[in-house]
């Protein structure tokens, strides 16, 4: 297998060779060259497997090379050397599609590391575990864009509702990227106690606090090498978003009690169904932490946007349902998938899936009909023997008059499955065995449904 080559375009001799040095001593050769038009010409006819260009070149500027590369060779990813500090000139050079950045003085360490991540694009594996499921044009377009994302090292923001899949579209962008072998960690900005939230993070030294009983590592050291996917990023105080800023600036952390800064090496990915602008206009969230998340934003649909999707949907979760409880193949009738084409689903696919896990217990059968969905705009709504036509149903509504949130959807949903189950075991006096064969399904998904819904 021949060695990898680099191609480095810098007007400062002194940096082309502190990197040729470095570079050569990891295996990787380097053509170095000091102008735009030098690098053009070393590139024509030839493919490198890793471009480094400073920022400010004596004929043009890094992100004219930038583009050439991305046009004549696609496959090659370009990191940005950039003036200590300058971030703007950084976020500008991975909107025009860099792989990464460094800053001057060049830290060795953060160079080594985004080689060695840069190198192993050419030897990912395709293919992953997970999937995004769904034919319409939304989602074939959200695939082919986490395929681009995968292949650079810019913060994405995946925008997006409550329960549209944000966390499996960051997992996709690890999965298909250079760090797949590396951990992917993801922290709920929002369930962590803002009082343990620095420590959470960034780690703590023994005796830092009451009770810091031994040094503790924080979620940026685990995932040190690949991804921490921040969810919920909106819900960060105030203060704990200066010391986030400065870990991805500085790429460095102090853990609490520590005296000095422990360089890590992660991809940040972060997501949020609150609107970032806003929170911004309103001085809720810094706006230099917005531009340094939000360098490249992708916009996962609701699932109301792509009622295509629906059915396919439904079926790859109850194939997946099927095989974790270990129970036949379950279907869904006409009238049942009609239903679920119709739905709104204001808990998008999250709510399609707590739909079905029900409607899956509660059906008789193989066969799921639009009674076991429970919907809530079908629920409870029976027709007049002498009517023609039946009246559309009410609204579903809280206790306070409004139309529910997906939460309030869940709650009523979990009521109506409680209810058939009870009903179930009063029937045959609590044997569960019984109760699964009257509910229609194994004793082993009656059992996993009784531990969910805390039965037992």
Not at 58 to 71: A, E, S, Y
Not at 406 to 415: G, N, P, Q, S, V
Not at 416 to 422: A, H
Request: hydrophobic share 40%; aromatic share 4%.
């Amino acid at each position: 297998m021949s060695e990898p080559t680099a191609l480095v375009c810098d007007d400062e001799a002194d940096i082309r060779e502190l990197i040729g040095i470095t570079l050569e001593r990891m295996g990787v050769a380097v053509e170095a060259v000091a102008t735009l038009a030098e690098a053009r010409a070393a590139s024509r006819g030839r493919t490198f497997d890793l471009c480094l260009t400073d920022m400010r070149l004596p004929d043009g500027n890094g992100i004219d090379l930038v583009r050439h590369m991305h046009q004549h060779h696609p496959t090659t990813p370009v990191a940005m050397i950039t003036a200590h500090g300058s971030m703007d000139s950084a976020i500008e050079a991975l909107k025009a599609g860099a792989f990464d950045f460094v800053s001057k003085p060049v830290d060795l360490q953060v160079l080594r590391n985004l080689v060695t991540t840069a190198l192993r694009l050419g030897q990912r594996k395709t293919g992953t575990g997970r999937e995004l499921v769904g034919d319409s044009a939304a989602m074939r377009e959200v695939r082919a864009t986490i395929m681009k994302l995968a292949r650079s090292q810019a913060p994405v923001f995946v925008s997006g509702e409550s329960g549209t899949g944000k966390e499996l579209v960051a997992r996709m962008i690890h999965d298909q990227g250079p760090r797949a072998d590396a951990p992917f960690v993801p922290v709920n900005c929002g369930a962590i106690p803002e009082e343990l939230m620095e420590s959470e993070l960034f780690g703590h030294r023994k005796g830092s606090f009451t009770g810091a009983v031994a040094d503790k590592r924080g979620l940026f050291q685990a995932a040190d090498g690949g991804t921490l996917f921040l969810d919920e990023v909106a819900e960060l105080p105030l203060h704990m978003q200066v010391k986030l800023l400065r870990a991805i600036q500085e790429k460095a952390v102090r853990p609490v009690g520590a005296e000095r800064e422990v360089a890590v090496d992660v991809r940040i990915l972060s997501a949020s169904h609150r609107d970032l602008d806003r929170l911004v206009r309103d001085e809720r969230f810094r706006q230099d932490l917005y531009y340094r998340l939000n360098v490249i934003n992708l916009h996962v649909p609701p699932l109301r946007e792509r009622p295509g999707d629906v059915v396919q949907l439904a079926g790859h979760v109850l194939e997946r349902l099927a095989q974790q409880v270990g129970i036949p193949p379950v279907h869904l009738t006409r009238d049942a998938t009609t239903a679920l084409e119709a739905y709104r689903f204001p808990g998008n696919v999250r709510e399609l899936e707590n739909i079905l896990e029900r409607a899956m217990t509660l059906c008789d059968g193989t066969a799921i009909g639009v009674a076991d969905l429970a919907l809530p705009e079908t629920r409870g709504a029976t027709a007049s023997p002498t009517s023609t036509a039946p009246e559309p149903p009410a609204p579903v509504t809280t206790a306070a008059g409004q139309p529910p949130s997906a939460a309030d959807l869940d709650a009523m949903l979990e009521t109506v499955e409680k209810e058939r189950i009870v009903r179930a075991l009063e029937q045959v006096r609590w044997n569960k065995t019984a109760a699964a064969k009257v509910l229609g399904i194994s004793f082993g998904a009656l059992r996993y449904r009784m531990q969910k819904l805390g039965l037992d």
